[in-house]
């Protein structure tokens, strides 16, 4: 399967795995078929990043036109809000099933049918008439986007599984490039005049190619399906762990997003066109450290990348709130944006590993706990600014980072993680 496994879940190097520290890793529910040679696992892992592309330029550019669609609607706050809860409550709930599906169907096929239908959706909300189309149309493109994103993770994980290497973080730095790339071409696309529905036609056009492109790559070279059948079950407490981390770690990802602009103009005494690149900063940060993780997370082992993440991520959280300034904040987010680059795609790969013989359960329910932190931070954050003042509230981004600094080595390296 690769250098240092065996099919048996033995260790091809015999006595010198256990200095080594090479994983047994069971793949009896396999039959990998190795006469097409590295292409055969050089493609798709081509093709699933493709799909990972395609899902962030569709968010980048969303993200850029909620604010003409908001004008064009003419959208209160709160109504806005209720449309944006509505992308939130559809992520959710097909995030809760598509593990489940994939493990029936296999996932190539689910991440294919998902990535087609993102794409499809994607220019969808513009062509509707008021709020309520509108809430209806975000909700579908929400379930899509979390069906896409629980497929697309838990094939990466197959993928990842027989290359025998890390390529989780690379997955999700091709995600933030295409965030960047999709924020970016649909800001200028407004800006030369064109609709939302221009610009989210665009992006889905090219989400729709990149799908398409991937389409005869996905598949992984196993003969027959093999897997396990599999039933509705509780989380085992390997999965409740791995799903905590997750929680936490996208609880302060959230946090950042929502509130360090807010924090920059209140506290730092920042403009609001500057503070907008605070969170640029550390989204840019989160992109290269992505690009350069897999070989880092290779060398040093899941646990300790994520201990010394998250450490990296405390000090930056620290030094915007100790030192108030535009510019020290600035350095803060992105120190920040480093050390948390690669949590989560760690913690999804080992999510994927949770759940034997079928990654694609793990990664949904890590990333369920994930997408709840995220979604849970701006209003728990709010009430703590509230009560405390901004700044106390942000303190407890950092506590999330150190509980995950701790609790990493212990989650992340059990042997239960290794039984896929």
């Not at 399967?1 to 793949?27: C, E, H, M, Q, Y």
């Not at 991440?111 to 909300?125: H, N, Q, S």
């Not at 629980?150 to 993928?159: D, K, L």
Request: aromatic content about 6%.
């Amino acid at each position: 399967v690769a250098p240092g496994f065996r099919l048996d879940g033995g260790s091809a190097s015999g006595a010198n795995a256990g200095r080594t520290g090479v994983p047994k890793i069971d793949f009896s529910y396999l039959a990998v078929d190795h006469s097409q040679g590295l292409l055969a696992l050089l493609r798709p892992r081509l093709a699933v990043t493709a799909l990972f592309l395609a899902n962030g330029s569709g968010i980048g550019m969303w993200a850029a036109t909620i604010a003409p669609i908001k004008l064009e609607h003419g959208l209160t706050d709160f109504q806005l809000s209720v449309v944006l809860l509505a992308f939130a409550v559809g992520a959710i709930l097909t995030m809760t099933i598509t593990g489940h599906i994939q493990a029936r169907f296999g996932s190539a096929r689910v991440a294919l049918i998902t990535g087609l239908a993102y794409a499809v959706i994607l220019p969808v909300p513009t062509l509707m008439p008021n709020l309520w189309t509108l809430a209806g149309a975000i909700l579908v493109f929400g379930a899509c986007n979390g069906a896409m994103d629980v497929s697309m993770n838990g094939h990466g994980a197959v993928v990842e599984r027989l290359r025998g290497r890390p390529i989780m973080s690379s997955l999700h730095a091709a995600f933030s490039l295409g965030c960047q790339l999709g924020s970016d071409v649909g800001s200028a696309i407004l800006a030369a005049g064109f609709g939302p529905m221009a610009t989210m036609g665009a992006v889905g056009a090219f989400a729709l190619v990149l799908v398409l492109a991937a389409a005869t790559s996905l598949r992984v070279p196993v003969i027959g399906h093999g897997e396990p059948a599999v039933g509705f079950a509780l989380p085992s407490r390997a999965v409740l762990l791995v799903g905590s981390l997750a929680f936490l770690c996208m609880f302060a990802e959230g946090a950042v997003a929502d509130w360090s602009g807010v924090y920059l103009v209140s506290s730092a005494g920042a403009s609001t066109a500057t503070a907008a690149w605070g969170y640029s900063g550390f989204a840019l940060a989160m992109t290269i450290g992505r690009m350069t993780g897999d070989r880092i997370v290779h060398r040093l082992g899941t646990g300790r990348v994520v201990t010394l993440g998250a450490a990296l991520g405390v000090v930056g959280l620290a030094i915007t709130l100790v030192l108030p300034r535009v510019e020290v904040a600035m350095v803060g987010y992105a120190l920040a944006g480093i050390g948390i680059a690669n949590i989560i795609p760690v913690v999804f790969s080992a999510g994927g590993r949770a759940v034997r013989g079928h990654p694609g359960i793990g990664v949904a329910m890590a990333a369920t706990c994930g997408y709840a932190g995220f979604l849970l931070s701006p209003p728990i954050i709010g009430v703590f600014a509230s009560a405390f003042g901004l700044r106390v509230g942000l303190i407890s981004l950092a506590v999330a980072m150190l509980i995950i600094a701790v609790a990493a080595p212990r989650v992340l390296d059990r042997p239960s993680l290794d039984t896929l």
